[in-house]
């Protein structure tokens, strides 16, 4: 999943794509640098982050929605947790809804993903952006953000949404602490008792520059694809990455030495 902030906040890639025409420039190039999905965003839920307005946020995603589907033949995931910018975008071509909050966030989003008969992420978050990161705190980390997923699921199938059209994605820097991203990456195996396809986030973000002695945002690629790859040999399904070409480089290398390292007898990452 190739990432396309259309925001002038994002904290990797903000402002870089604000012109509709630089951003569809950009995501055609992704795709050609072979991503399976583009994920639009047209409000930045980086820690701190405040909301803007549905108004706002449609004048930003809409445009780069409906020429890019003209563009592209891969589907276009919208990132947003309101239900009125989501219906808009997949009137306009989008053919994904990516909800930070599982549905939380917009009352009528459950309602909306069933009414439309589309896939939906549903995402673990502790807090809203503005709050998530001070301080979060919890008693039982893994099983805790099982609950709150599984939660989602159930109120997206009773909202008529199709139990095979569900994604989770624990939040990686949602409400998590330096080592709650790490244990999650460990253990990310244990999402699979919810049956369903797993997304994650580690691109570029803050607990890649910690282990890299505080390296800044414009030097975690390498760090950012060897922990996608990480992600994948753990259970990964999808991973949301800035850097397409270099992951995908990264995964062909991983599955095409797959075999071999089964062969040798060693045993692929399964957490603590």
């Given amino acids: ?3 396309l902030n259309v925001t002038p906040d994002s904290f990797s890639d903000g402002a870089l794509f604000l012109d509709k025409d630089k951003a569809v420039d950009h995501a055609v190039k992704m795709v050609e640098d072979g991503a399976d999905i583009i994920d639009i965003g047209g409000q930045s839920t980086r820690p701190g982050s405040t909301a803007v307005t549905v108004e706002e ?3 930003r995603v809409i445009p780069v929605i409906k020429e890019l589907s003209k563009q592209i033949s891969i589907p276009i995931s919208i990132d947003t947790y309101k239900a009125e910018v989501a219906e808009a975008a997949v009137d306009s071509g989008a053919a994904i809804i990516n909800d930070i909050s599982a549905l939380r966030f917009d009352p009528k989003m459950a309602g ?10 549903l995402m673990h978050i502790k807090g809203a952006p503005k709050d998530m990161q001070v301080n979060p705190v919890y008693n039982d980390l893994i099983s805790e953000i099982i609950v709150y997923l599984n939660e989602g699921i159930n109120i997206a199938l009773q909202a008529g949404v199709n139990k095979d059209k569900i994604i989770i994605d624990p939040g990686i820097g949602f409400g998590k602490s330096f080592q709650h991203n790490i244990e999650i990456i460990k ?3 244990r999402f699979r ?7 994650i986030g580690v691109s570029r973000k803050a607990f890649i520059g910690h282990i890299l002695d505080n390296a800044p945002i414009n030097e975690r690629l390498i760090g950012s694809v060897s922990a996608a790859l ?7 399904n999808i991973v ?8 995908v480089e990264g995964l062909k290398i991983l599955t095409s030495l797959y075999d071999g390292f089964l062969s040798m007898g060693l045993k692929l990452p399964q957490g603590d």
């Fill in 112 to 121: 909306l993903a069933g009414s439309l008969n589309v896939p939906i992420i």
């Fill in 187 to 189: 253990n990310l195996h």
């Fill in 57 to 59: 946020e449609l004048r």
């Fill in 240 to 247: 949301r990455v800035h850097d397409v070409r270099e992951t």
């Fill in 193 to 199: 008792c919810l049956n369903k396809p797993i997304l």
């Fill in 230 to 236: 990480i992600c994948a040999l753990n259970g990964a």
């Fill in 1 to 3: 999943m190739g990432i």
